[in-house]
Every structure is written in structure tokens, then in C-alpha cells.
């Protein structure tokens, strides 16, 4: 299905659609049934695999063909170095505040971070080609 979208403001279109990687976040705190739960993560990964695709296809578009190979590495590297970091704190204060105020926070803090980008009128305008 994805091949056939090609949206007008792609980074646009790709941040909204991260934003559905927030929902188990949000299903983990209530907590909701576990089907309700399986279908919050299937709307997710639904979200990043829109997401990805969109992000990895601009970037091709709109970065030189000598630097996309640096740019796609100092992307990569941003985008996973704090996951061990996320994972060590996160544990600790679960414990201290609780799980589901924890998740609350996290839900919070990242729905907050990827509609942030939408503030950003570059994210907004980026035309599908450069």
C-alpha cells in the first residue's frame, strides 16, 4: 500500500504518523485489555513502518548522492545511541514513581517531542522533491 503514497509534505506526513508509536504507551498505563494493547502495537509499528519509509525516501531525495551515506549514519546513530540510556533510567524510576505514572510521563514526553516537530516550518513545508 505504501508504494502508491507519495504525500505532497512528506516529513509532515511522516511525523504524524510516528505519532501512533505513542498509543502502547498509553494502553500500558490505563491498562487497557491486552487485545486493545495488541492493537495499539499493530498501529504503531503500522506508524513507524509509514514513518521509515517516508523519512528514509526524503532523505535520498533531498541529500546529495555524495553525503547521504554520512547523513543516513549521524541519522542512525541519533536515533538509537539513547536507547540503552532510556532503558537503564527508565527501570529506576518506574520503581520510584510507579509503572504507570512512569509510562504516563514517557507517553507524554514523546507524543510532546514528535508534534514538536510540526512546529518546526521546515518539517511542515518539505516539498516530495527537492
Known amino acids: 500500500m505504501l508504494l502508491h503514497v507519495d504525500p505532497q509534505r512528506p516529513a509532515r506526513t511522516a511525523t504524524l504518523a510516528v505519532a501512533l508509536y505513542t498509543l502502547p504507551l498509553a494502553f500500558l498505563a490505563v491498562p487497557t485489555p491486552a487485545i486493545v494493547t495488541s492493537c495499539g502495537s499493530l498501529l504503531a509499528g ?3 513502518a509509514v514513518a521509515n519509509n517516508l523519512w528514509e525516501t526524503t532523505q535520498q531525495r533531498h541529500v546529495p548522492p ?18 540503552p540510556v532510556g532503558m537503564l533510567i527508565w527501570g529506576p524510576v518506574a520503581d520510584a514513581i510507579g509503572v504507570s505514572t512512569a509510562l504516563w510521563i514517557a507517553f507524554t514526553a ?3 517531542s514528535i508534534l514538536s516537530l510540526l512546529a518546526v516550518r521546515e518539517i511542515r513545508e518539505l516539498p516530495r522533491t527537492a
Open 110 to 112: 514523546q507524543l510532546a
Open 46 to 48: 503500522a506508524g513507524l
Open 66 to 83: 555524495e553525503l547521504l551515506s554520512r547523513v543516513s549514519s549521524y541519522d542512525w546513530f541519533g536515533s538509537l545511541a539513547a536507547v
